[in-house]
């Protein structure tokens, strides 16, 4: 187990800070976080208040030199980790998480990769789209692992595989919803190969199938994940799973035409089947 730290006074503002991030950019992860245990709270929050910022710069400044951006952050962040503080205070936070979860190096560089491909990336090899994956969904499932797992390395070593499933499977679902914007906004095609003019029914089964095993994999390792966790990834899992088959359901022409949602009324439906489930044992 990791020992618990008593925090200063400027840790604790700086943890307000990330949480307000959250809840500005994301209601629906504000909302997930809120699910899990409080003792996840703060360094979840610490978590995407990174990766938000992160990806702030790669797809938000265009005003500005991205590249000298997202170099400063890079080297802000493992100066943060390195020296254990920081006046910024979302890289204090995850500084912080970092240190005392002992999220590892590789992580972090791979995540930071990512952003750096959506710089410059437009087409993906086949290479390119695993890689992306993984530094940019995989590795943040892995980083809230470490945090689930408190120090049990053996249990996170079990679950590590089935966590990279769901990252890969939230963000492949993504990807499908985003299509029409990725390309029209940003010019990016992410699945490998894809002519978005040859973009059918065989093609999208062929992708929803590849979803789908990651789907069945990434269940394996929620209902093994410590209770205070569980229900809040089971949460994300159930919600991914409903736009996953609403999307499936919809004609490739309109998942070419239009962002495919869950409605809110269907989100706290959703909420409320999932927590009995969890309540009961039932997932």
Known sequence: MVKEIPLDLYTKTNFECSKLITSRYSTSFTLGIRTLAK????????????????????????????????NRFKADTYQAIDEGISLNPVLHTFQFVVNR????????????????????LTRCNQIDYEKYI????????????????????????????????????FQK???????????????RVYFPGLD?????????????KDIQKDFDDAYKGIIQLPYGARFGVYMAYVYYVKLFNKIKRSPAQAVMTSRIRIPDNVKILLLVQSWFKH????I
């Open 196 to 208: 978005l003019s040859q973009f059918g029914s065989d093609v999208k089964q062929a992708i929803e």
């Open 101 to 120: 979860y002992k999220i590892s190096y590789d992580l972090i560089d791979a995540f930071l990769y990512s952003m750096e491909m959506d710089l410059e």
């Open 134 to 169: 993984y530094g940019s969904a995989e590795v943040v499932g892995l980083m809230c692992l470490k945090v689930f797992c408190e120090g049990d390395d053996a249990f996170y070593q079990k679950l590590e595989n089935p966590a990279r499933s769901l990252g890969a499977a």
């Open 279 to 282: 309540k009961f044992n039932f």
């Open 39 to 70: 003792k996840y709270h703060d360094p979840i929050y610490a978590i995407y208040g990174f990766v938000r910022y992160a990806d702030e710069i790669v797809d938000t400044f265009h005003d500005h030199n991205k590249q000298d951006l997202l």
């Open 173 to 187: 679902v993504n990807f499908l919803r985003d299509m029409k914007s990725d390309f029209q906004e940003r010019g």
